[in-house]
């Protein structure tokens, strides 16, 4: 299972519950939603993530990367 | 005597007048009462076909109103423009009265004696610039500054130190390694926290958070040595979206984001990024749905150049996002911080937009430091969040009016566009 981001598409008032659900019913375990931003977190397995996009509300799924910064005593922050 | 110049004699000379916003009507009343000019004999933008004004039937003895723009353009005899200049200094409608100019086509009835001079000049930059390089005379010409007792060089560069602003009002959230909870210079501050990695606390571990909440909202007044802080009064949110050891997911960078954003926070500052030359749909899109909700995203362009050795990197993510203000690093000379990435990617959205204080900078740090002096775009980008906080005190701007202003409002410098955007921030 993969870290995985749903950017819901633009200009919609997403119906959440709904956009929820139809995502837990393609395979996602919803972990977190971000109504403010248009944002659903997820758990899935990497070949899962095409059947997401195909949902008429998703604009896009990408995998949660991390960042990071140098460490304190670095001159260069 | 020519034509043009007997025209010049007979007509009465135009002057515009920028009226306040929204003072279009009491401006007018204004303009009336000064200059003696008769509302009958003024024409406005609506009296013509698609708004469009046709200089020749506006009436010579009275004008013209745009209604649209807030201006006026009207005839007046020096008598009438005297009377109107005096009146102007305590009428609180009208902003500025400027005698209408005449502008030429470039190239058009240039002197010999112009272009003389213009060879002149460009020989003897040409020479100069032969014997010194390009970055040498650029650094001669540039200013320099340096940490007094009283005040860093960052915040006299921008001249934050000089603005009657704070903050005041503003909710600033910095999404970072926390703040540390125990530093007598945030002591009676406005803050509230949130953790987005798991814990509960928004203590940092690591400095970095504590360093930019530090150049963002620091003190007026810190416990000791010179004042390092932008926005002293603005309202602090404190997202902990980096561990102590400095690495956070993006899911728990958005998250931080969406919860600025429903605080409707009107700046959230973001010195983080990832080693990528492209950004996410899932940035670009939260950018600009936190812009449409008046809230602007602020971040550090990216530490991965090495100048010195002719790398330049590349703007990295989030930063190179159309919707999120990118900031690279200066110098106390103003010149380019040696890491401070470029725009080399020169697609959209990959531009550095503005620049900011980011080398040497000092400012607060977990005790029992206290204080430190480092350097980085992580430190560039509060200094712009910081004087966005300003802007939004001074104006009421938000999103992306807040983002024109601090655009529009930036000190030109000598660099390429690619490495400073429009220029450094400067506050009002």
Same mark, same amino acid.
């Given at each position: 299972?993969?870290?995985?981001?749903?950017?819901?598409?633009?200009?919609?008032?997403?119906?959440?519950?709904?956009?929820?659900?139809?995502?837990?019913?393609?395979?996602?375990?919803?972990?977190?939603?971000?109504?403010?931003?248009?944002?659903?977190?997820?758990?899935a397995?990497?070949?899962?993530?095409?059947?997401?996009?195909?949902?008429?509300?998703?604009?896009?799924?990408?995998?949660?990367?991390?960042?990071?910064i140098?460490?304190?005593?670095?001159?260069?922050? | 005597?020519s034509?043009?110049?007997?025209?010049?004699?007979?007509?009465?000379?135009? =002057?515009?007048?920028? =009226?306040?916003?929204?003072?279009?009507?009491?401006?007018?009343?204004?303009?009336?009462?000064? /200059?003696?000019v008769?509302?009958? $004999? /003024?024409?406005?933008?609506a009296?013509f076909d698609?708004?469009?004004?046709n200089?020749?039937?506006?009436?010579?003895?009275?004008?013209?109103?745009?209604?649209?723009?807030?201006?006026?353009?009207?005839?007046?005899?020096?008598?009438?423009a005297? *009377?109107?200049?005096?009146?102007?200094?305590?009428?609180?409608?009208?902003?500025? &009265?400027e005698?209408?100019?005449?502008?030429?086509?470039?190239?058009a009835?240039?002197?010999?004696?112009?272009?003389?001079? =213009?060879?002149d000049?460009? #020989?003897?930059?040409?020479?100069?610039s032969?014997?010194?390089?390009?970055? *040498?005379?650029?650094?001669?010409?540039?200013?320099?500054?340096?940490?007094?007792?009283?005040?860093?060089?960052?915040?006299?560069?921008?001249?934050?130190?000089?603005? *009657?602003?704070?903050?005041?009002?503003?909710?600033?959230?910095?999404?970072d390694?926390?703040?540390?909870?125990?530093h007598?210079?945030?002591?009676?501050? $406005?803050?509230?926290?949130? $953790?987005?990695?798991?814990?509960?606390?928004?203590?940092?571990?690591?400095?970095?958070?504590?360093?930019?909440?530090?150049?963002?909202?620091?003190?007026?007044?810190?416990?000791?040595?010179?004042?390092?802080?932008?926005?002293?009064?603005a309202?602090?949110?404190?997202?902990?979206?980096?561990?102590?050891?400095?690495?956070?997911?993006?899911?728990?960078?958005?998250?931080?984001?969406?919860?600025?954003?429903?605080?409707?926070?009107? &700046?959230?500052? /973001?010195?983080?990024? +990832?080693?990528?030359?492209?950004?996410?749909?899932?940035?670009?899109?939260?950018?600009?749905?936190?812009?449409?909700?008046?809230?602007?995203?602020?971040?550090?362009?990216? $530490?991965?150049?090495?100048?010195?050795?002719?790398?330049?990197?590349?703007?990295?993510?989030?930063?190179?996002?159309?919707?999120?203000?990118?900031?690279?690093?200066?110098?106390?000379?103003?010149?380019?911080?040696?890491?401070?990435?470029?725009?080399?990617?020169?697609?959209?959205?990959t531009?550095?937009?503005?620049?900011?204080?980011g080398?040497?900078?000092?400012?607060?740090?977990?005790?029992?430091?206290?204080?430190?002096?480092?350097?980085?775009t +992580? /430190?560039?980008?509060?200094?712009?969040?910081?004087?966005?906080?300003?802007?939004?005190?001074?104006?009421?701007?938000?999103?992306?009016?807040?983002?024109?202003?601090?655009?529009?409002?930036?000190?030109?410098?000598?660099?390429?566009?690619? #490495?400073?955007?429009?220029?450094?921030?400067?506050?009002?």
């Amino acid at each position: 299972m993969i870290n995985i981001i749903i950017t819901l598409s633009d200009n919609e008032k997403w119906d959440l519950d709904i956009v929820t659900k139809e995502l837990e019913k393609s395979g996602l375990t919803v972990t977190q939603v971000l109504k403010k931003i248009g944002i659903i977190h997820g758990k899935a397995e990497p070949g899962q993530m095409k059947k997401f996009a195909a949902l008429r509300f998703v604009k896009s799924v990408e995998i949660s990367k991390s960042m990071s910064i140098a460490p304190p005593n670095s001159p260069i922050q | 005597m020519s034509t043009k110049s007997k025209e010049e004699k007979i007509l009465p000379k135009r =002057f515009i007048v920028t =009226f306040r916003e929204g003072s279009l009507k009491k401006g007018m009343a204004s303009v009336n009462n000064f /200059m003696g000019v008769k509302m009958s $004999n /003024m024409m406005s933008s609506a009296d013509f076909d698609d708004n469009a004004i046709n200089m020749a039937e506006v009436s010579r003895s009275g004008g013209v109103v745009f209604n649209h723009l807030g201006i006026g353009v009207f005839s007046a005899d020096e008598d009438q423009a005297r *009377k109107l200049m005096a009146g102007m200094a305590e009428n609180q409608h009208i902003m500025a &009265i400027e005698p209408e100019g005449t502008r030429y086509a470039l190239g058009a009835d240039v002197s010999e004696e112009y272009l003389r001079g =213009f060879r002149d000049a460009s #020989d003897a930059l040409y020479e100069y610039s032969r014997k010194y390089g390009c970055e *040498k005379q650029m650094s001669l010409l540039s200013e320099s500054y340096k940490d007094t007792n009283a005040l860093t060089w960052g915040l006299q560069a921008t001249l934050a130190a000089k603005s *009657k602003f704070s903050g005041k009002g503003i909710q600033l959230a910095v999404l970072d390694t926390g703040l540390d909870g125990k530093h007598p210079d945030f002591t009676g501050r $406005n803050i509230t926290g949130k $953790n987005f990695i798991g814990g509960t606390t928004t203590q940092d571990g690591h400095g970095h958070g504590t360093h930019c909440v530090g150049t963002s909202c620091g003190s007026k007044n810190p416990a000791e040595g010179p004042r390092y802080g932008v926005a002293y009064d603005a309202e602090i949110f404190v997202g902990k979206v980096l561990s102590d050891e400095g690495s956070g997911q993006d899911t728990g960078i958005l998250a931080g984001i969406e919860w600025a954003v429903a605080s409707k926070c009107p &700046i959230i500052s /973001m010195s983080l990024g +990832s080693e990528s030359e492209t950004t996410t749909i899932a940035y670009e899109s939260v950018g600009q749905r936190a812009l449409d909700a008046g809230s602007l995203i602020v971040a550090a362009a990216g $530490n991965n150049a090495n100048r010195s050795s002719s790398y330049y990197g590349y703007v990295g993510c989030p930063a190179n996002s159309k919707s999120v203000l990118s900031v690279g690093a200066l110098d106390c000379r103003l010149g380019m911080g040696d890491f401070s990435s470029r725009d080399t990617i020169l697609a959209a959205g990959t531009a550095v937009d503005i620049a900011a204080p980011g080398v040497d900078i000092y400012s607060s740090w977990p005790m029992r430091d206290k204080y430190n002096t480092i350097s980085g775009t +992580s /430190m560039a980008a509060p200094h712009v969040a910081g004087i966005a906080a300003l802007w939004a005190e001074s104006t009421g701007a938000r999103g992306a009016s807040l983002w024109q202003i601090l655009i529009a409002n930036a000190k030109t410098l000598s660099h390429p566009f690619a #490495d400073v955007g429009r220029g450094l921030v400067q506050a009002p």
